[in-house]
């Protein structure tokens, strides 16, 4: 009964109006944010490899890459595909725009800011204690772990 | 004694011509009591544009969950905790209370906002008073509604700074919230939609208090002074501000050029509309008095700045038709100004809830 009460309610504010991401077919060209051209860019692994190297914190810069995946409930953050199989998370800057989710597979050229995020070997075990990992995978963590991330002023499809 | 007497009739005429006048002016506001102390169905229409879809202005309404508020009492309860929470931050210290304080109309006065280590939002934080009445949320309409919205914030790198999986963790690990969670939801499954599911179901129930403007229309008739009642008029009529603000609430819950937008494309953002380029959504006006600085950008810190900007509005090819200059007199602002007075109400009392450990 109480369920019942509260998806009326829930329906009647209009919470219930399933939240997705919008609509579009993420075409050569289609732009999101602020509008940027494709040019003067460089391949996404290129910085990721520059700050891997710690040469720099962070770099304001103009990436190219290709979208792995896209928040399949908002389309408020996408992955990018770097080498190794690893992956580079982007959230948009303000949380000001989103994309549709045909842009998954897409080659985008993204103006934004990139830097590392490190996960402090701490919070790692936390987690794992979280998820319910065994005392062994506990133990093996050993090492920060650092990811790519991308700040998202502007983003334009170019393949 | 010729010039004593020309002196004398003279002062007389004067005094006869002053009476004359405050006479006129008198039944003038005779009138307008007259008219305006109808029920506002029996009111002359509103000078609005061609085509506005304009309704009257009207009561305070209550929260659209005033009548559901005791069955609801325990989702209320836990959008309250986690909306004073600082915990849903990345730094432990910003909550959605530190811009939308309840001791200052749930706003922060502040012309932008301070969020993350000191970053500095694009926009002015607007009041959630009465926020359920906005059919988009944020200026340029990107949340659909309020649930939609209370993502950005937290997500925001400029404003809490956090990710959506790290908060879940977080609140996961304090006993105080399983029970809250428990509570509101049957189940103690803590995710980021009952999250802020319950933060948009308390925000539903934050309305303004009742405004001399709402103790007139109750058939107080002496709760408007003079200028105040001329106000409503020149708000009504001549300084056409029901073409965008109209209702109760006194929003159109649309999105208008109305000159000011500076760099901001606001809803073009959105839409990629060219048509829409520096439109913001209108705000109710509902405790305007209260919540300045106005404007998306909070640029402007003085009403009177705000009622110029309206009265000669900069007309570029992107302003909106129904904005146009108004030919206001000095009176007729001041006039406009007190019957904005009239409509803003001190904000509800509010109990701050504990935050649970």
Sequence with gaps: MKKILLTLLVAGLGLAAQAQPPAGEAKVGDWYGEKITATDFVPLQDVAAKLNAGSAEKADVKVKAKIIDVCPKKGCWLTLELPNGETAMVKMKDYGFFLPLAAKGKTVVIDGEVKLKTTSVDELKHYAEDAKKSQAEIDAIKEPKKEVRVTAKGIVVVE | ?357
């Design chain 2, 1 to 357: 004694m010729k010039k004593l007497l020309i002196t004398t009739s003279l002062i007389f005429v004067a005094l006869l011509l002053v009476s004359f006048i405050t006479q006129e002016s008198d039944s003038q506001t005779n009138r307008l009591r007259k008219i305006y102390s109808q029920h506002p169905s029996q009111w002359p229409a509103p000078a609005v544009d061609e085509n506005v879809k304009w309704k009257e202005l009207g009561l305070i309404p209550p929260s659209p969950i005033e009548n559901q508020k005791d069955s609801l009492k325990n989702i209320i309860a836990l959008g309250k905790t986690l909306f004073f929470d600082p915990r849903l931050s990345s730094s432990g210290k910003i909550s959605c209370a530190t811009c939308h304080d309840p001791a200052l109309h749930w706003t922060d006065k502040k012309e932008k906002s301070i969020g993350h280590e000191g970053a500095t939002t694009q926009r002015n934080a607007p009041s959630i008073l009465n926020s359920w009445v906005y059919h988009k949320l944020f200026w340029d309409g990107r949340a659909r509604d309020l649930q939609d919205q209370a993502f950005g914030p937290i997500e925001s790198e400029s404003e809490m700074n956090s990710e959506m999986p790290d908060v879940i963790r977080t609140l996961r690990r304090i006993k105080g919230y399983q029970e809250l969670f428990e509570k509101a939801f049957g189940k103690n499954e803590i995710n980021p939609d009952r999250m802020t599911e319950a933060i948009a179901v308390f925000e539903n129930t934050i309305v303004s208090n009742k405004s001399r403007f709402d103790h007139f229309l109750e058939g107080n008739k002496k709760a408007l002074s003079i200028s105040e009642l001329r106000g409503l008029h020149l708000f009504r009529t001549k300084a056409k501000c029901m073409n965008c603000h109209h209702g109760a609430l006194m929003t159109d819950n649309q999105f208008h050029n109305i000159g000011t937008a500076g760099t901001d494309v606001g809803l073009y953002k959105v839409t990629h509309a060219d048509a829409d380029s520096g439109k913001f959504k209108t705000p109710s006006l509902r405790d305007v008095m209260y919540t300045a600085p106005w404007l998306h950008d909070g640029s402007l810190k003085h009403i009177e700045a705000v009622i110029d900007k309206l009265n000669q509005p900069a007309m570029n090819g992107q302003v909106s038709h129904l904005i146009r200059p108004l030919h206001l007199n000095k009176n007729e602002k001041k006039d406009l100004i007190s019957f904005l007075n009239a409509i803003s109400a001190p904000v509800p009392h509010f109990e701050k809830p504990v935050l649970p450990q």
